[in-house]
């Protein structure tokens, strides 16, 4: 908790030396470290799922950029001149990954199955994933369709949180053109197709599983709570049984 209130202090006021203060520099890095890792465990290039999840939003861009480009050759003004979309970094760092802005680093971003639990490993000297620089409070994404009424060519540039980057997936350069950009988005659509893990039917089959198995477990519970139960009932009967006979035999007495 004082982590999180020492990042949002930080963000918020500028100020790095009020609840931050309780951390010495190497307790910072760790957790700095730490942070990086979950972000990109959960929603980073980490695992194949996160790739499934950005790619509806992948291909409305490129849905929108088809619109304008259709438009451009006929003559046409764009019916857009920009699409805003506002989201949370679980939104934007799947995107990033599709584009290649962000790639997997090597095995800095790794724990031992039980380093969770204090002390922590030490941070990486050298890293090559910054989420602090990547994802930040406020972070912005720009991809900007050109087009050059001269050569009747259109390319599409990347800014991220203000910088030109590189979109790897499109041949790792900066200017990708609308040809390459399109196709490259195909074959990305090909490769994590959304509804193969998001659509409603396997939603559904996995809740009816999980459900299945928790009537089962419930069923067995039950089953043992009445053996159990049953077991008891016995158990009180034969004891109530001796104490009349030793009552009955004190009377006869």
Not at 112 to 127: D, G, I, M, T, Y
Request: overall charge negative; some cysteine; charged content about 20%.
């Amino acid at each position: 908790l004082l982590w999180e209130l020492c990042k949002f202090q930080v963000a918020l006021e500028q100020n790095p030396d009020d609840i931050c203060s309780f951390f010495t520099s190497s307790e910072k890095q760790k957790l700095d470290w730490i942070d990086d890792v979950v972000y990109f465990e959960v929603t980073g290039c980490s695992h194949h799922v996160n790739y499934h999840m950005g790619i509806e939003l992948l291909e409305s861009i490129r849905d929108n950029f088809r619109s304008a480009a259709i438009s451009w050759t006929r003559g046409f003004e764009s019916p857009k001149n920009a699409h805003f979309r506002f989201a949370h970094a679980e939104t934007l760092l799947p995107l990033l990954c599709l584009l290649g802005i962000v790639s997997s680093p090597s095995k800095e971003l790794s724990f031992e199955k039980n380093s969770w639990r204090p002390p922590f490993p030490e941070s990486p000297l050298l890293r090559e994933y910054y989420g602090s620089s990547t994802i930040p409070f406020g972070s912005q994404l720009y991809l900007v369709l050109f087009y050059c009424s001269d050569s009747d060519k259109m390319s599409v540039k990347a800014w991220l949180n203000e910088q030109e980057v590189k979109m790897s997936f499109c041949g790792n350069v900066s200017t990708c053109t609308w040809e390459a950009f399109e196709k490259s988005v195909q074959n990305l659509m090909w490769e994590y197709p959304f509804e193969e893990i998001c659509n409603p039917t396997s939603v559904s089959k996995f809740l009816e599983d999980v459900w299945g198995k928790v009537e089962r477990m419930f069923n067995i519970l039950e089953s043992q709570i009445m053996f159990t139960l049953e077991l008891i009932g016995e158990m009180i009967i034969q004891q109530f049984v001796m104490f009349a006979k030793c009552i009955e035999s004190l009377f006869e007495q």
